[in-house]
């Protein structure tokens, strides 16, 4: 069982060979900072300017949540289980009432060609602050 990083805008751990190769010998993979520390599901004027150069792209990805009437947070799940379907989700909560939207996530489900296109949408977005240890 490994432990790796991954969510819609940081796929490059949870898409690569390595990891196809370790599920195909029959390892299980958890994916965990599915949220980015929070990041992703903040109010976009609430995010530090030192993060200003990925707001964009979030404020794009809640936008496109809403157009397909569901919540960031669904959004972001849906999204690595699509790329990573084996992986078990490693998910983080401040109340129950996250947990209660967390449960109702599992019945959810989006069109696949939708999620394939956010998928890509958000891969062009290559930036090393979708990684914590970079925020300064």
């Known amino acids: 069982i490994i432990q790796v990083p991954g969510n819609i805008f940081n796929q490059s751990i949870i898409k690569s060979d390595e990891i196809n190769n370790f599920l195909n010998k029959g390892g299980q993979v958890q994916v965990r900072s599915l949220f980015i520390q929070g990041l992703l599901l903040m109010n976009i004027d609430e995010i530090p300017y030192y993060l200003d150069e ?33 992986a078990k989700l490693v998910l983080g909560f401040d109340n129950i009432n996250q947990l209660s939207i967390l449960n109702s996530t599992n019945n959810r489900s989006i069109n696949n060609s939708d999620l394939k296109e956010i998928i890509n949408f958000a891969k062009k977005y290559n930036n090393k602050l979708w990684d914590p240890r970079h925020w300064h």
Do not use: G, M
């Not at 990925?54 to 849906?78: C, R, V």
């Open 54 to 86: 990925i707001k964009n792209p979030l404020h794009q990805f809640h936008n496109l949540a809403k157009e397909l009437n569901t919540s960031s947070y669904e959004l972001a799940i849906l999204c690595v289980k699509n790329i990573i379907p084996q």
